[in-house]
């Protein structure tokens, strides 16, 4: 700051001299578009910083936030600066519900001048002296197009937190020369700035929680990424930094080898024009680091490699999601399974036609879950060795592979909770299952595990005597070729252990002999519904039991058929009993 005082012909100072401050640093607004608008306002409570404002730099005005006064630049050009009245501590916001905020109107306006002015009227400071310093300071102001110099070399956790978002008008982002990073301290800082086509320079090397977090999410205009020069991540460092960024065509390079939990979380999660993917050189994963890393990247056609022998929980979740283009998939050749390592992680991915091997034979908990959901392309499924399985470990595998022409040995005999639950659902080329050793079920092991299978002819064989609950539940409902149903051999039942097993199964014309003579709650409901071509069933029971046993079991069959049951089971009519228009062989008639 210069200051230049006007004396008198005889050298005097009088009492009438000016001081003119010269102020280049001061932040100041420059008007874009005639009548363009400046006001602040304190949002939620905290305390009212010491402001003021002028509009020729000779005459400075407090800022009064108990009623704010609103400037008006009548002119293109013309400028309104701000600072501080003297050197503040502190610029009173509390959080993201209490802040202090710039209302800059509806006309085009730019900011220009040191941003630090607004704690120190000198423009000397270089550290931001508190958490959440400008948190949110020009939040939804949509007509600025340039922002202030951020001069701050020291920074402070949640420093600029959504400073910038919503600026949908922003073209230009200033330089951020600090090397050292604080707790969320960029986090959402440029989020939805639409019109930013390029990224400030981010030259840190030592990084913090969050503190890329949401960065430029939704800067749909953003066609160039910074570099990224850390080599140490911390956790969710780059968290969704580049979210839906649909113009981006490049990734930055990424050469850290070592990983923080979800420091890569959603990275590039939208960026539908990312062509070619950064190396990720690390041999070792941490949880949570690849979640939906590159998910809905529809334009990228080669995934990088991944070296990793050692998993960690849900480390690739999800992690090339609907990733359209991607043909083939990374080698996968670790040995041992984590909770969810592989959820979804090719989900979606419809172009896909080779499966990497999958050698592990120690599996966990949803390991396997939706991996290749939806690949429509995939033929030829990888071998699945592991005999020892858990929870969900295969569960919708394979759902919606619509090419896959063979299924994988499945050699287990001992089967975990929901373990095949729609493993196949949806393979409409899949024509032969594979064989079931398995002899001890658990809760709904099977459920809609062929369902929709539209070309499966034949059923494998299901030798298990003992059920679980919803064991076979839906097993093949929709397999509309299906013509020979398996035998089924147990003779004590577990609840809705067959519900809706054959559901719409319109080529089965014979049912398999039901030995059971003992029924349970829900244990036929819906087994035959909408087998239209059925006109055969032999049962073992005697009696009917609760309504919920058979309900709906034979609605929709066909119109003509036979029933054998045993001579003590009364005739009983109707879609949960015996089929109008079906003859009885052996059952006494209701007295």
Not at 28 to 44: D, K, L, N, P, Y
Not at 60 to 84: A, C, H, M
Not at 336 to 365: T, V
Not at 418 to 436: D, H, N, T
Request: hydrophobic share 40%; proline share 7%.
């Amino acid at each position: 700051v210069m200051k230049v005082a006007l004396v008198t012909n005889n050298g005097k100072e009088t009492l009438s001299s000016l001081v003119i401050d010269i102020a280049l640093d001061y932040l100041s607004f420059r008007a874009v578009e005639a009548g363009a608008t400046v006001s602040m306002e304190i949002v939620g409570q905290c305390e009212a910083p010491s402001l003021e404002y002028s509009t020729d730099l000779a005459e400075w005005t407090k800022f009064d936030f108990s009623n704010p006064q609103t400037i008006t630049l009548e002119n293109v050009g013309d400028k309104v600066y701000w600072r501080n009245t003297g050197k503040s501590d502190t610029f009173s916001p509390a959080d993201d519900e209490n802040y202090i905020h710039f209302n800059l109107g509806s006309k085009k306006i730019a900011a220009q001048g040191n941003i630090m002015s607004l704690l120190d009227s000198e423009c000397e400071m270089t550290e931001l002296p508190e958490d959440a310093t400008f948190v949110q300071l020009f939040y939804k102001d949509s007509t600025l197009i340039s922002a202030p110099e951020l001069p701050a070399t020291k920074l402070s956790e949640a420093c600029y937190y959504f400073m910038f978002c919503r600026c949908y008008s922003l073209q230009t982002a200033p330089e951020l020369p600090a090397i050292t990073m604080e707790p969320s301290c960029y986090f959402g800082m440029f989020s939805y700035c639409t019109s930013l086509k390029e990224a400030p320079e981010l030259p840190a090397e030592t990084l913090a929680n969050a503190c890329y977090y949401q960065m430029f999410a939704w800067c749909s205009s953003l066609e160039v990424a910074p570099e990224l020069p850390a080599l140490t991540m911390e956790p969710y460092c780059y968290c969704v930094m580049f979210l839906n960024c649909t113009s981006l065509k490049e990734a930055p390079e990424l050469p850290a080898e070592t990983l923080a939990q979800g420091c890569y979380y959603q990275m590039f999660d939208g960026c539908e024009s990312l062509e070619v993917a950064p190396k990720l050189p690390a041999l070792k994963v941490v949880s949570d680091c690849y979640v939906d890393m590159f998910r809905n990247c529809t334009s990228l056609v080669e995934a990088p490699a991944l070296p990793a022998t050692e998993l960690a929980q849900t480390c690739y979740y999800c992690m090339f999601q609907n990733c359209s283009s991607l043909e083939e998939a990374p080698e996968l050749p670790a040995g041992k399974m984590e909770y969810g390592c592989y959820f979804s992680m090719f989900d979606g991915c419809s172009a896909l036609k080779k499966a990497p091997k999958l050698p592990a034979m120690e599996l966990d908990d949803y390991c396997y879950f939706a991996m290749f959901l939806n690949c429509s392309s995939l033929k030829e499924a990888p071998a699945l060795p592991a005999t020892q399985l858990t929870l969900s470990c295969y569960q919708g595998m394979f759902f919606g592979c619509s090419s896959l022409e063979e299924a994988p040995e499945l050699p287990a005999t001992e089967l975990a909770q929901q373990c095949y639950c729609q493993m196949f659902s949806g393979c409409s080329s899949l024509k032969e299952a594979p064989e079931l050793k398995a002899t001890k079920m658990s809760l709904l092991c099977c459920n809609l595990m062929f369902s929709n299978c539209s070309s499966l002819k034949n059923a494998p064989e299901l030798p298990a005597a003992y059920l679980a609950p919803g064991c076979y539940d839906s097993m093949f409902a929709d397999c509309t070729a299906l013509e020979r149903a398996p035998e089924l051999p147990a003779t004590t039942l577990a609840d809705f252990c067959y519900a809706e097993m054959f559901l719409n199964c319109i080529s089965l014309t014979e049912a398999p002999k039901l030995p059971a003579r003992e029924l349970v709650d829900e244990c036929y409901l819906g087994m035959f519904h909408g087998c239209t071509n059925l006109e055969y069933i032999k049962v073992g029971f005697d009696d009917w039991g609760i309504s919920s046993t058979t309900e709906d079991w034979l609605l929709n069959v066909a119109p003509e058929g036979t029933f054998e049951c045993p001579e003590g089971l009364a005739v009983q009519y109707g879609d949960s009993y015996i089929p109008n228009g079906w003859s009885v062989n052996g059952a006494a008639p209701v007295a």
